[in-house]
Each structure stands twice: as structure tokens, then as C-alpha cells.
């Protein structure tokens, strides 16, 4: 129950420390789950001392026992040992301290211990920790290599040493930390954090030698094992031999399975990589050099051809084939034209032939009328009519006679032999070309 106090009316420190040890007594006993740090059995003495700590959390209890309690499992416990106590919490009024008064004390086994990580590991693989989509590549050639490991440990040395010997220009920062025990944890994953907060480490290297399986446990626990899934940058866990697999091995980006198989992952091998570079050199070489003499030969076989060796050759040839096409042109229209011309004088010579013109040069003549009209029928005219006669090398006129014996030709033709006193001879411009005053048929 709450107490009332006031500055005028306090509690006495004694009263404070009973009041605690009150409301604790009424708790009841519990089973509690830790890692004995500190031992002590006093020779003679009834009661063992112990410190019990949390491995992930950086708290601690004191666990008081008759020494019959401990004796019995005396063998198997010692520092370091992780057990499951039966206590009650009791408060000790004079120091103001709180502890446990352990009625039994149980070894964990190594069973009991491996079923929790499988536990543990299947809780956080449902959680996605340890999928390989969330596994992050390593660089080719890391610049600064972030190393947690114990110090002065075997699993340093074959790190430092072999990365070195594979690459020697290859740096590191170094953070070393217990890598077993009740402080493993914390000091651990802090290690981790702070590499991981430095922006010029490229990869973060977490490295153990072997050890037994409650060696190793630090490097399965829940706290640390998040804080490496946490991590912007890869993180390679090197624990123990190769059979060993703590949880640090599912959600590390790389597993490696020693500490020196850390250094030859993490960090290439000079000698071999100046072998690659040697031979992409030398086959860049040959393909450089096949693909000219390739070339080459293209081009030699090209400069092979006739026309690139007479390239006036083509153009000669067309010339002469040209100049030959001319000539059949030109004969074929030589042709064409003489024969134009030959059907051109032909037919000249039809029309001078059926001209008007040369039917009056065979002595014809045409009559016209004063109108123009040429006379066919003798009936056309009359008597004294003037009409006008049409010969080959001229024109003149006549008149019709009146003599009634004489038919109208008759006088016609009688007054053109006559060739009567008003003919007007009148030249024509061109009698070949029919062309005049009138025409006739």
C-alpha cells in the first residue's frame, strides 16, 4: 500500500528499507535463467555466494544458497555456466540490497541449450532475418575492413596475416571485444555498431576460433543477431570450425567457415588477380590482332580485284560499249530518216501527180464563174456570160458565145481557140502547188 509522506513529515531511511523488505517478502519463489559470473564458497562457511547475469542485458543479481543446495550440483557449475535457479527474492534491510535465496540450482544441458536456438532460429526466420534476398554482395575490393574479434586471439592473427598475403595494400580497423562470457554480447554488437556507423568500412568481418557450443553462444543471441541484420554494410561471420553454425551464420551476409576463410573471401588474391589481368591482356591482344589480320586480308583481297587494280578499266569498257550503242543509234536513225524520206519524195510525187496543177499542164482548162464557181455543166452558163479560163501557165477570160446552132460548150470552146480580144493573161504564183484564183477538177 502507499505510504503518505511530506516534507515535514519524511520517512526514516530504516522505516524506507523495512517498508521494501515488506512488499518483497510477500513475492513469491521464481525460476530465473543465468550465467554465473562470480563464485564464492568460503572455506567453512554454511552459505554460497553468487552473481547472476543476463548475457544479453547488462544486469546482474546476487543469488545466496545453503552450501547443500550447491554441492549438489558443485560438479557441473562453476563460472560461466549458464543454470536455472529456484529462488525467492529477499531484501536485506541493513545494506539496502536485493538477492535471491536459491532453494535449487540446475545446470542448463547442452540439449536444452540447442533446443532454444532451434527455437530461436525458427522464430526469426519466420521473421525474415534469414532470407537470401536480404543477403547484401560484398565489394570486389574492399578499402577498410572492419575487424571484431578478442584480442590477441589466434582468429585475428590468421585474418590480419592472410589478407595481407593476398592483398597488401588492404587496410583495417580493428575492435577487439570478449568474444565469450556475460560481457560477450554487448561489447560485441556495440563493436558492430560502431563499424557499421563509418562510412569509409566497406565490409565488417566478425571472427572466433573454435570452441564449445556454450562458447559459441554469444554469437546466437537474439540481441546480436538483429543487430547485424540491422546493418547497412556486409557483414561476414567467421565463427568457430566448419561444423560449427551459430545464428550469426544465417543472418550474415557471407558465411565463411574459418577465420582464414574470412580473409581469402573478403579480400582477393593479387598474384591471382594479376594472372587474370595477364590473360585478358593477352586475349584482348590476340582478338586485337586477329581482327586485323582479318581486316587485312579483306582488304588485300579487295585491292585484288580487277577494277581496283585498273579502275580506268570499267570506264573503257562502258566507253566502248557506249560509243557502240551511239553507233547503232545513229545507223537506226540514219535509217528511220532515209526511209521517212524515201516515203516523203513518194508521196510528193502522188500528190504533184493528182494535182490540179498537173492535170492543167496536160492542156486542161478551168472555167470559173464571175462568182468563183466552177463551171461543170454546160448548162451552168449563159450566153455573153464572161468567165474566166485557167491554164497551166496562167488565166484569162472569155465570154460565151450566142449562136443558137452552137451549143454553150461549144461556144465556150470555140472563144478559147479563138482567144477572143479580152483575154487577160494573168500568172499564176506557183502552178506546181495547185494554188490560184479558183480551182477545178
Same mark, same amino acid.
Given at each position: 500500500?502507499?505510504?503518505?509522506?511530506?516534507?515535514?513529515?519524511?520517512?526514516?531511511?530504516?522505516?524506507?528499507?523495512?517498508?521494501?523488505?515488506?512488499?518483497?517478502?510477500?513475492?513469491?519463489?521464481?525460476?530465473?535463467?543465468?550465467?554465473?559470473?562470480?563464485?564464492?564458497?568460503?572455506?567453512?562457511?554454511?552459505?554460497?555466494?553468487?552473481?547472476?547475469?543476463?548475457?544479453?542485458?547488462?544486469?546482474?543479481?546476487?543469488?545466496?544458497?545453503?552450501?547443500?543446495?550447491?554441492?549438489?550440483?558443485?560438479?557441473?557449475?562453476?563460472?560461466?555456466?549458464?543454470?536455472?535457479?529456484?529462488?525467492?527474492?529477499?531484501?536485506?534491510?541493513?545494506?539496502?540490497?536485493?538477492?535471491?535465496?536459491?532453494?535449487?540450482?540446475?545446470?542448463?544441458?547442452?540439449?536444452?541449450?540447442?533446443?532454444?536456438?532451434?527455437?530461436?532460429?525458427?522464430?526469426?526466420?519466420?521473421?525474415?532475418?534469414?532470407?537470401?534476398?536480404?543477403?547484401?554482395?560484398?565489394?570486389?575490393?574492399?578499402?577498410?575492413?572492419?575487424?571484431?574479434?578478442?584480442?590477441?586471439?589466434?582468429?585475428?592473427?590468421?585474418?590480419?596475416?592472410?589478407?595481407?598475403?593476398?592483398?597488401?595494400?588492404?587496410?583495417?580497423?580493428?575492435?577487439?571485444?570478449?568474444?565469450?562470457?556475460?560481457?560477450?554480447?554487448?561489447?560485441?554488437?556495440?563493436?558492430?555498431?560502431?563499424?557499421?556507423?563509418?562510412?569509409?568500412?566497406?565490409?565488417?568481418?566478425?571472427?572466433?576460433?573454435?570452441?564449445?557450443?556454450?562458447?559459441?553462444?554469444?554469437?546466437?543471441?537474439?540481441?546480436?543477431?538483429?543487430?547485424?541484420?540491422?546493418?547497412?554494410?556486409?557483414?561476414?561471420?567467421?565463427?568457430?570450425?566448419?561444423?560449427?553454425?551459430?545464428?550469426?551464420?544465417?543472418?550474415?551476409?557471407?558465411?565463411?567457415?574459418?577465420?582464414?576463410?574470412?580473409?581469402?573471401?573478403?579480400?582477393?588474391?593479387?598474384?591471382?588477380?594479376?594472372?587474370?589481368?595477364?590473360?585478358?591482356? +593477352?586475349?584482348?591482344?590476340?582478338? !586485337?590482332? /586477329?581482327? &586485323?589480320? *582479318?581486316?587485312? $586480308?579483306? @582488304?588485300? %583481297?579487295? #585491292?585484288? =580485284?580487277?577494277?581496283?587494280?585498273?579502275?580506268?578499266?570499267?570506264? +573503257?569498257?562502258?566507253?566502248?560499249? !557506249?560509243? /557502240?550503242? &551511239?553507233? *547503232?543509234?545513229? $545507223?537506226? @536513225?540514219? %535509217?528511220? #530518216?532515209? =526511209?521517212?524520206?524515201?516515203?516523203?519524195?513518194?508521196?510528193?510525187?502522188?500528190?504533184?501527180?493528182?494535182?490540179?496543177? /498537173?492535170?492543167?499542164? *496536160?492542156?486542161?482548162?478551168? @472555167?470559173?464563174?464571175?462568182?468563183?464557181?466552177?463551171?461543170?455543166?454546160?448548162?451552168?452558163?449563159?450566153?455573153?456570160?464572161?468567165?474566166?479560163?485557167?491554164?497551166?501557165?496562167?488565166?484569162?477570160?472569155?465570154?460565151?458565145?450566142?449562136?443558137?446552132?452552137?451549143?454553150?460548150?461549144?461556144?465556150?470552146?470555140?472563144?478559147?481557140?479563138?482567144?477572143?480580144?479580152?483575154?487577160?493573161?494573168?500568172?499564176?504564183?506557183?502552178?506546181?502547188?495547185?494554188?490560184?484564183?479558183?480551182?477545178?477538177?
Amino acid at each position: 500500500m502507499a505510504v503518505s509522506t511530506s516534507p515535514g513529515a519524511p520517512l526514516p531511511v530504516g522505516e524506507v528499507s523495512r517498508l521494501i523488505g515488506g512488499w518483497i517478502d510477500r513475492l513469491g519463489a521464481v525460476w530465473v535463467e543465468g550465467q554465473i559470473t562470480q563464485l564464492s564458497r568460503r572455506p567453512g562457511a554454511g552459505v554460497v555466494f553468487l552473481t547472476l547475469r543476463d548475457p544479453s542485458y547488462n544486469i546482474s543479481v546476487g543469488v545466496t544458497c545453503f552450501r547443500e543446495v550447491f554441492d549438489a550440483v558443485a560438479d557441473v557449475v562453476g563460472e560461466g555456466a549458464r543454470v536455472v535457479v529456484h529462488a525467492k527474492p529477499e531484501w536485506y534491510a541493513p545494506r539496502g540490497q536485493l538477492s535471491l535465496r536459491a532453494a535449487e540450482i540446475r545446470p542448463v544441458g547442452v540439449g536444452e541449450l540447442l533446443a532454444r536456438l532451434e527455437q530461436l532460429k525458427k522464430s526469426l526466420a519466420a521473421e525474415g532475418l534469414f532470407a537470401p534476398d536480404r543477403k547484401k554482395p560484398l565489394p570486389f575490393l574492399p578499402q577498410l575492413i572492419g575487424l571484431v574479434c578478442g584480442r590477441a586471439s589466434a582468429a585475428e592473427r590468421d585474418v590480419l596475416e592472410n589478407a595481407r598475403h593476398r592483398w597488401p595494400a588492404v587496410r583495417f580497423e580493428v575492435r577487439n571485444v570478449p568474444v565469450q562470457g556475460v560481457h560477450a554480447v554487448p561489447q560485441v554488437v556495440q563493436a558492430v555498431k560502431e563499424l557499421d556507423a563509418l562510412d569509409e568500412v566497406d565490409v565488417i568481418v566478425v571472427a572466433r576460433g573454435g570452441g564449445s557450443v556454450e562458447d559459441l553462444l554469444p554469437f546466437s543471441d537474439e540481441q546480436l543477431v538483429r543487430a547485424v541484420a540491422a546493418c547497412r554494410t556486409p557483414v561476414v561471420s567467421a565463427i568457430g570450425h566448419e561444423p560449427d553454425t551459430p545464428l550469426l551464420d544465417y543472418v550474415a551476409d557471407l558465411r565463411a567457415s574459418t577465420p582464414t576463410d574470412a580473409a581469402k573471401k573478403v579480400v582477393p588474391d593479387v598474384g591471382e588477380e594479376a594472372e587474370r589481368v595477364r590473360q585478358l591482356r +593477352d586475349r584482348a591482344r590476340r582478338c !586485337v590482332q /586477329a581482327h &586485323v589480320e *582479318r581486316e587485312e $586480308r579483306g @582488304l588485300a %583481297h579487295a #585491292l585484288a =580485284r580487277p577494277c581496283m587494280e585498273d579502275p580506268h578499266r570499267m570506264v +573503257d569498257e562502258r566507253a566502248d560499249h !557506249v560509243a /557502240a550503242l &551511239v553507233d *547503232r543509234s545513229r $545507223r537506226t @536513225l540514219r %535509217h528511220l #530518216l532515209d =526511209r521517212a524520206d524515201s516515203e516523203l519524195a513518194h508521196t510528193r510525187a502522188r500528190v504533184v501527180a493528182l494535182s490540179p496543177a /498537173a492535170t492543167l499542164r *496536160r492542156g486542161y482548162a478551168v @472555167l470559173q464563174r464571175a462568182d468563183g464557181h466552177v463551171v461543170r455543166d454546160p448548162a451552168e452558163v449563159t450566153a455573153d456570160e464572161t468567165l474566166r479560163a485557167r491554164v497551166s501557165e496562167g488565166e484569162f477570160t472569155v465570154r460565151v458565145g450566142a449562136d443558137d446552132d452552137v451549143s454553150p460548150a461549144e461556144a465556150v470552146d470555140t472563144a478559147g481557140t479563138a482567144g477572143t480580144a479580152e483575154a487577160d493573161r494573168r500568172p499564176e504564183a506557183d502552178a506546181d502547188t495547185g494554188t490560184g484564183t479558183g480551182t477545178g477538177e
